[in-house]
């Protein structure tokens, strides 16, 4: 049974069809909220970091990112975007794979938790 919704299949018509790997364009709010919460989520990380590393001599663990911070802070905050944009466009395209999705949501979790913590040692040091 087939679905269309706007003029466009929302599902795949054949049998055959089904076990391909097709990329569809066709996406939801949920997954546009989802990675612009990976987004915001890698930013905050980013902004975090720059200030834990000025204000109290935090080191960056991530051996790629510790090299863009050496190159200056500018740098540093582009390249995380600029590896963050990548992901999400991967997380994007490859959405309906659901060892994709589980990754987006352990993505998300992980950020989550970097944020948490930073935000802990923040609020130890400046009470």
Same mark, same amino acid.
């Given at each position: /049974?087939?679905?269309?919704?706007?003029?466009?299949?929302?599902?795949?018509?054949?049998?055959?069809?089904?076990?391909? #790997?097709? %990329?569809?364009?066709?996406?939801?709010?949920?997954?546009?909220?989802?990675?612009?919460?990976?987004?915001?989520?890698?930013?905050?990380?980013?902004? %975090?970091?720059?200030?834990?590393?000025?204000?109290?001599?935090?080191? =960056?663990?991530?051996?790629?990112?510790? !090299?863009?911070?050496?190159?200056?802070?500018?740098? !540093?905050? %582009?390249?995380? &975007?600029? &590896?963050?944009?990548?992901?999400? !466009?991967?997380?994007?395209? &490859?959405? #309906? &794979?659901?060892?994709?999705?589980?990754?987006?949501? /352990?993505?998300?979790? !992980?950020?989550?938790?970097?944020?948490?913590? =930073?935000?802990?040692? /923040?609020?130890?040091?400046?009470?």
């Amino acid at each position: /049974m087939q679905r269309i919704v706007g003029g466009r299949r929302r599902t795949i018509r054949r049998e055959e069809d089904r076990k391909k #790997h097709i %990329l569809l364009d066709n996406y939801g709010l949920l997954l546009f909220v989802t990675l612009l919460l990976l987004l915001i989520l890698s930013l905050t990380d980013a902004y %975090l970091t720059l200030i834990l590393v000025k204000e109290c001599n935090a080191t =960056e663990l991530n051996p790629v990112m510790a !090299f863009y911070l050496e190159c200056g802070s500018i740098t !540093f905050f %582009l390249g995380k &975007f600029l &590896f963050t944009s990548i992901a999400v !466009f991967i997380f994007c395209v &490859f959405n #309906h &794979f659901a060892v994709v999705r589980i990754s987006l949501a /352990m993505v998300i979790i !992980f950020y989550l938790s970097v944020v948490q913590y =930073e935000l802990s040692i /923040m609020n130890s040091l400046f009470p």
